[in-house]
Structures are given as C-alpha cells and as structure tokens.
C-alpha cells in the first residue's frame, strides 16, 4: 500500500527538516547555502531579530490564574468572559469530538469544568494561534497552517490517551510544533521588494523545510513556554537525542506522520496508518490506529467549523 501524500504547492509542507518537500531546494546545496534568503533568515536569527509576536493579554491573563499548581477556574471564567467570542468558542469545542467529548455543553462555566485547567488553556491557544499569525498576502496558507497545527494537537493528545502516556502538554506539543512554519510566512511574507526575486518556490519551501524547527523552538522559548515544549518542537523529526529518547517529541512524530496522510474515509485512512513506522515507533497497536483515524477524520471536520 502506498501512503497518500500531501498535495505540494507554494509555502506546501515538508515531510521533514532534512527531507524536505518535492519541489524545495537541497539544503546542502549551494544554490541554498548561497541564497540571500538564507543569509536573511539566519542573520534574523542569529542577531535576535526574527519578528515574533507576543502572547496574546486573554493567554497572559489565563496563565495567571491557572498556570500554577491550583488553578481557579471560577477566576479563569471571569477572564474569559471578557472575550465574548471567545467564550461562545469555548463552549462549542467543549462540546466537539476533537476534545474527545461526547454530548453538548449549554455555558461556560459548564464547558470549563468539563475540559479543566489544561483544556482551557490548550483551546484558548487554538482559538488565539490565528490571531497571532495574520497575514493577508497569504491568508489563506496562514489557515491551513492554522487548522493542520488544530488537527495535529488533537492527534497528539489522543495518542498520548491510547499510550497512557501522563502528559499534560499533549495537545500544546502538537498545536505548537510547527508554529515555525507560521511565523516564517509571516516574515516572508513581509519582504521589500528587492528580495522578492529570491521568493522562489524552491527557495520558500527550502526555507520552511529547514529552519521550522528551530525557529519554533525560538518561538516557544521567546513566549516563556515551559522548555519541553520547545525541546519538541526542535527535535519532532528527530526524537531520538544524544541524551535519550524523548517520548512526548515520539508521540508527536507519529500525529505529524498521520495527520499528513491526505483521506477522508476512515477505513482507508486507518488502512493507510498501519504503513507508518512512526505509528509503531509510539507504542500504537492495530486497534488503536483505527481509533487515531477515527478521531483525525472527525478532528478534521472541527477544525474547518470551529477554527473559521
């Protein structure tokens, strides 16, 4: 059998940070080492001056009152019912399969003692990742981006739930990433015009490829995110480290491996799972595949209604 594989376009995903996508430059070639668009980029880098935008004031103020070891959850709704966008937002995906919940919720108060501290927090990231990475040139990129990072923490999540892996961070792991491809769109998206000639498609794709997962890992950092997370973002293609395995950087491999395999009908998809040794590499038995396609079919779906 053989693995259906994202369509590749402009800003398209890279299998990994070493493979890149078909159509991007070798990294180790010299038309990329000698790229001005490389040198852009890792000058920004290596000065400190990659753009990254700050948390959003409704996750700062969240963090606040359930960051610590006995979050409020009377407080964290006093907070978010300053937002009242936000609050409907939480009430819809409080009811959604993406949460793996079943049956609907009619408040706030309601939906956040179902999902708990770390489920508030991990949807209002979700809600709060499209307003922090805005870009109209390509809007539309930005939200595929958007809904893929949705989608990948709900697989995360899920896997660590069938492994019995005690993570708390699951869900953020996967939401996050690949929040370095977001922000290198925004930055390329930004260029004066005299660097638009080096904007090639083979160039950008190279770009993405190589640098997301070290710019991620700068992203996390810069928001003052616990370090595992950026540890995972930096080393999800390569789990395996010098100093040991990293089992959260695993479990998120294997969401990264599924949710890029492109089908809609669950058998199929489930069929398509069982290919990818990333899958096994977590611990996934059969059974347990067909329920991660189950839920990424439906996760799916949430994304495209909850995240508009």
């Not at 492994?163 to 953020?172: A, I, N, P, V």
């Not at 925004?186 to 190589?210: F, I, K, N, Y």
């Not at 890992?217 to 990293?246: F, K, N």
Request: charged share 20%; with cysteine; net charge negative.
């Amino acid at each position: 059998m053989t693995t259906t594989r994202r369509n590749q376009s402009t800003f398209s995903r890279g299998k990994n940070n070493t493979q890149g996508s078909i159509g991007a430059l070798d990294p180790l070639s010299n038309e990329w080492l000698e790229s001005p668009l490389k040198k852009l980029l890792l000058e920004k880098i290596e000065k400190d001056r990659f753009p990254i935008p700050p948390l959003p004031k409704l996750i700062v103020e969240l963090n606040e009152v359930i960051g610590g070891d006995e979050p409020d959850l009377i407080k964290a709704e006093l907070v978010i019912q300053r937002y009242p966008e936000v609050a409907g937002r939480v009430v819809s995906i409080a009811s959604s399969a993406a949460m793996g919940m079943r049956g609907p919720v009619t408040d706030l108060r309601q939906a956040i003692m179902r999902i708990g501290a770390n489920g508030l927090r991990d949807v209002t990231f979700a809600l709060m990742m499209g307003r922090m990475f805005q870009n109209k040139r390509f809007g539309a990129m930005m939200s595929k981006e958007h809904h893929r990072a949705f989608v990948l923490g709900c697989s995360s999540s899920m896997i660590c739930q069938l492994t019995q892996l005690d993570s708390g961070y699951g869900f953020l792991c996967g939401l996050l990433v690949d929040v370095g491809r977001l922000a290198l769109i925004g930055v390329l998206a930004e260029q004066p015009e005299h660097m638009q000639p080096h904007l090639t498609d083979p160039a950008v794709l190279c770009a993405l490829d190589s640098l997301h997962c070290e710019i991620g890992a700068l992203v996390i950092s810069r928001w003052d995110l616990p370090e595992l997370l950026s540890e995972v973002a930096l080393h999800h293609h390569e789990p395996v480290q010098e100093t040991g395995l990293i089992p959260l950087a695993v479990v998120v491999s294997a969401a990264d491996a599924a949710v890029g395999v492109e089908c809609e009908d669950e058998a199929e998809l489930a069929d398509q799972l069982t290919e990818l040794p990333q899958l096994f590499w977590a611990g996934l038995e059969e059974e347990q595949i067909e329920t991660l396609a189950r839920h990424i079919i439906l996760t799916r779906a949430d994304a495209h209604r909850l995240l508009r």
